[in-house]
């Protein structure tokens, strides 16, 4: 924990946080901390792909937070995993690789955020990627995230795409094309059968930088003003509170859920819940918490007896399995090289929308209670997610403590619009189940299938949908009062700090957040870098 002064503070090591940290670093006259709460990304089960599934049981790099009782799920809490490493979700997400649509960005702009929009995000996608087999303007190369087709893709997942096709959807060997709607393969964050998470693309390969100090297990209790100021990051360390001081900026990229937490417990938020908290206001901001909101998801799953391709509990599954340890371990190829989301696509509920409204990830597996439930025998699933939600809940703290989650409230499915798209979705979804390349080998599960009218599908989806892990929006920017953080990400009336996250984003993009939040990061980098010049 020496030196204690640095010129740049990160707060938080993940997608966001490993772009700040490996990019302001590249100057080598400014000293640069990433503070991480989680250790480092040195277990197995992240590097390869298929420990996405056990995730769920390593509490130390998956926090399971929860929801608070959502009346929209009738009353159930919801799970919220969160990748507590380095790379943070990155390091525990399905890798899937995806932007969004170009209206995303467009639409942030218009809200009042000018230089985000599509054109003017583009070059960022670009400058952090590099496509292995992509080859063409929408694509970049060369940039330090890997974006590759998988290794080893599950012949079933072939089965999904044809049944899209065969209900009616188009083909799409790209969504991060010209155009997003159709079923295909995701591209996925790997690199030679290994994830490829921020971690593992920034920060790594400049481990070594002299001026870069990277700190494990180290979690930011609060941001210390002075004289309205962010000058220095109180910190807890094993056990002990230390203080580390920054020059020029202090940067929160702690997540949806901390980023907020970590501004309220440092006085910055709505002033009447500081209030209620015992923390002494330092700088009103009503918008600190709100706008939570994510897409909400539904899984179908069907049965494939004898499908041993897939996985599942049984004897011809185990000796898979280990067959597939063997062969990760020696060529890094093989079943263990899935992502378990292999395939999935776009579509719209209503031929007049301008754009898609339900993403589709097809599962290779059972997936039930996000996989914390082990099924017997073979079979696969499909994800059906709503991208553009209306309903929006809040982040608040429940306590002072750093080490307390804060209560989560997404408020899933209150707006009566979400349920209506996301039931149309599901009947698509199941429309594509019964197509002849999966009905042949495959069966719905009885509880989705017999939901024959609206009400009873509606009921299904209240009892078993929760999040596909895309919290977003609880620090936005924008100009209007409720914004936290101006289009340049400062966080308002509070120099010296900004925030860099998903938390930032004005309304959460139609599809995946990793790629999205690192084209963040890699945009505030120049932002930063342009305002240490002034
Ligand atoms: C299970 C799962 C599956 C997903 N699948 C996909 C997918 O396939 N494709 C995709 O694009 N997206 C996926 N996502 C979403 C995507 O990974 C996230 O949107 C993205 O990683 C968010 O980046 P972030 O920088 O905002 O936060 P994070 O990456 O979560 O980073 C926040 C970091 O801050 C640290 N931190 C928090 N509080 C403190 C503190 N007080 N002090 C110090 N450190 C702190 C945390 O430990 C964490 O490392 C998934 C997410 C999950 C959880």
Redesign the pocket.
Known sequence: MNPTSFDYIV????????VLAARLSQDPSVRVAL????PADTSALIHCPAG?AL?SRMPSI??GLQTVPQPGLNGRQGY???????????????????RGQHADYDHWAALGNPGWAWQDVLPYFLKAEHNERVHDAWHGQGGPLNVADLQSPNPFTQRFVQAGVQAGLPRNPDFNGATQEGVGI?Q??HKNGERFS?AKAYLTPNLSRHNLQVMTG????KIVLDNGVARQVQ?LHDGARRTLSATREIIV???????P??LMRSGIGPGAHLQAMGIATLRDLPGVGENLHDHPDAVLCADAPGHSELFGLSLAGAGKALQGIWQWRGERKGILTT?F?EGGGFFKTDAAMAEPNIQL?FVIAKLVD?GRQMQLGHGCSLHVCLLQPQSRGSVRLASTD?TVAPLIDPQFLSHPEDMAQLLQGVRQGQRILAQPALREVSQEWAASAQAKTDAQLEHWIRQHADT?????GTCRMGQDAMAVVDPQLRVHGVPGLRV????VMPRVVS????????ML?EKAADLIRQTGRA
């Open positions: 707060v938080g090591g993940g997608s966001a946080g490993c503070l991480e709460a989680g996405l995730m998956s926090q919220q995993p969160r990748g507590r490493t380095l790379g943070g979700s990155s390091s525990t997400n399905a890798m899937v690789y995806i995701y996925v964050t921020a180290v979690t930011a209790e910190v990229s702690a997540g949806a859920f901390q980023s937490a970590l992502n989301a990830h996000h750093a596909i892990y895309h919290p977003v860099v996250d998903a938390s599809g995946n957040t990793n790629a999205p939040t690192i990061a």
